[in-house]
Nanobody, 128 residues
């Protein structure tokens, strides 16, 4: 049974840092990529970053580029999202998701429908 489990969400002051973790398990093959998405009430889920598990190719949304870093530890089946210089607008529920199979174009990894499994989410609140 495939499982994704996020952890690391917390309340942090503006300018602070957090590291989110996404532990994945139960895959008989893959996953091909792990993505981080976030959502606030009344808004659509938006892509934050993704990473391919095998070769580590990654990308970031413009709003987080230079502040967030995605990485993976394949020995631990875990993907991390290191977040620095956090802003109040980063406040959201953060979800990790797994695309089990190769996608033909990397840009597709910004599309929530390309992901086969989702975690339960972890709350990040940036506030003074």
């Amino acid at each position: 049974q495939v499982q994704l489990a996020e952890s690391g969400g917390d309340l942090v002051q503006p300018g602070g840092s957090l590291r989110l973790s996404c532990a994945h398990s139960g895959f008989t093959s893959g996953p091909y990529a792990i993505g981080w998405f976030r959502q606030t009430p009344g808004k659509e889920r938006e892509g934050v970053s993704y990473i391919s598990i095998e070769d580590g190719v990654s990308d970031y949304a413009g709003s987080v580029k230079g502040r967030f870093t995605i990485s993976r530890d394949n020995a631990k089946n875990t993907v991390y999202l290191q977040m620095h210089s956090l802003k109040p607008e980063d406040t959201a529920v953060y979800y990790c998701a797994a695309a089990q199979y190769v996608v033909p174009y990397a840009l597709l990894l910004w599309d929530t429908t390309e992901y086969d499994y989702w975690g339960q989410g972890t709350q990040v609140t940036v506030s003074s």
